[in-house]
């Protein structure tokens, strides 16, 4: 597929393999982004089980991120199925159970292959129900069939997402999308079924040309079962009433069999895609094809072929195989056969379109590569031809990685907190939560998502034991110090900012002042990244940072990223004064003003470099110490000014602003304010800082 002069085939493949080594599609980073995003997955479940005490959903992420196979240039999305557990969904009557409500499957020639009807059964026995008041909570998503068959229509999946998705979710159907989080994501409600679709089961037994997948693969798929989505088949007399059958937790266990070399493949033919037949005719081919191509390739082809060495004729099978799919508009499932996936897809006016730039990229003989611009991918290509070695952006991906981690654990100890937060006894809730979180019987990314989340519980859980202690008796009793001891660690600076604020309300100065410089010292500058789920990050990460997250997979959350410092107003004699006005930022008419994702701003909420530096001037004043004094007001004022990532800078001019007041230059202090306003002008506790202000002169004159 790719000709060149001096070059064979398998020298161009060699270059080619270089050239997605250098993008990160190799085996070292696909393997990390597997391990990020399995984490994540890990700490959703944790969430939805403990903290949202939510036993109904059990999330799974499918897609390209995953399974490893995606770029920073194809910034692939995330699939997340909400599997609903409420339901049994059956194929054998030898299945059912009493109690609750059981579905049977049917998947006679009344359904397209694929695809399913349910049929509502009793709870009471394992008979169908024959009336609708028999189950009257799903009477709305029910019909009777021409055989008088009771069956659930499919709209149930839409009605088990919430009816009015929060800001910055757009419903598709049955699928709720995201683009205002940590990460884009496409949700999805599915209902289990625990046993392999009878419609797959011949696949399980039938004979490869590249003995691929294996019997043992083929097992474990087989254990895996099936999720049902609530999408007919287009066009079906009955498409209320079709449930798609989701073999995705089996084919993520395939993806995870393949060898760097297949992954390549399908990597390329998705880029080919994106630049080549997405501008004009958007969404007429989909990853998932290719991802199904690819699978037919390698069942049908001996497995010594997918070799480094051989990339541009591996590559060159699964176009043609593309090709022909197209041509005769039948993509048949990997697993379901029966099913194509092309069906209704290619319409007869865009057929030749697409046909003809499938002519045009097999006719080039490989040099259409030379045209993808994703990742740069042609540029690079030609440099490498011609010996010039261009930049690798795996620190990129892993930055990328860990930031997904770090934003996406501060969105899950943000949520439930905030579901704590507002219940009537938040220390016997938080005990609560960090029991049942301890006693999951939890292995691999599951523990570690586990160490992730628990640490952060237990400093909260501390800090608002001490700040009880403080409001009663002045001191911090040994039960909090040793709550909040469980989580300083979490990251460089946060838990242990936490610490040094309680110390310092009940005047223990010198305590604080060691803790304190512990943290500067660790906190290095040329490292340390700041994070907080209420800011988007948009200015180029340190090169240091860069090259530990490279270096590190989420150990790097200790050792290199500082969380904003939060206090409930429960935690509030844990937070000097100064800080406190934060929670009364907002009026009655600025609430008019706020969002869902806005809760945070009944808090008090601070950046840790601001925070520190902050501290630090505080606990120098109080100990006489000029020069400390000082050099920490400067520090103050040059992070404020020249830290590029602050996600309350607001905030941070509110605190320099006190702190100008206390050295008498009112000036500066409202000058500090106005700033702060021209930031936030709306929830923003400047306004309190000015009022006070102005009165003080008033009455001093």
Known sequence: MFQAPDYSLEAASMKLSEVLADIGVDTRMVLKRRRAMLLMESAVMQSYLVFLRNHIYRPYMMGSQIEGTTTLGLNSDTDI?????MYRVIQDWSDWQPGITNLLMIQDRSVSPGYCRLQVLRRDSPLPIRRYRSVPALRSSCRRDRNGRILLKNSLASHLLCSDPHEGLERHGPAVTSNNSAFEYDCVVALPCTTWPLQARQWMHQQSVGQWPSDEIKHYCCSSGCFLVGVG????????????????LAERCLMYNLNRTQIRCYVLMKMIIKSFLNPLLKEAISSYMCKTVLFHCIENTQSIIWQEKNLIVCLSLCIHNLYTNILNENCPHFIIPGNNLMRGKITPEIKPFILDIFQRIIKSNGLALLGIKC????????????NICPLRTCGDISVNLLSLIANHLTIESAEFSHCIYWNTDPIQTLKQRISDLVSLQCHGQDKTALNLLAPRLCTRLGSVLASLNIQQYKTISAEALNWISLGLNTDVASGKLKLASMLYCTGKFRKAEIILCDIERHYDLDIVEPFCRTHKYRQTRRQGFKALCDQQNEEALQNATANCVQFWPCEVYCSPKELRQEMFRSTEEDKAFRTIQDFWMDYAEVDSLTFLFFLQYKICSHLNKQEDKCAALSKLTKTIEQEPNLAHRETALNLLGQCMEQEHRQVNAFQCYSLSLNIRRRNNAAKIHICRLLSTLVNNQ
């Open 233 to 248: 088949q287009h066009g079906s007399e009955d498409e209320e009433l079709e449930w798609r059958i989701s073999t995705s």
């Open 81 to 85: 199925i909400l599997c609903h557990n």
């Open 375 to 386: 990742d740069d991918l042609g540029t690079r290509l030609q440099l490498k031809f011609n």
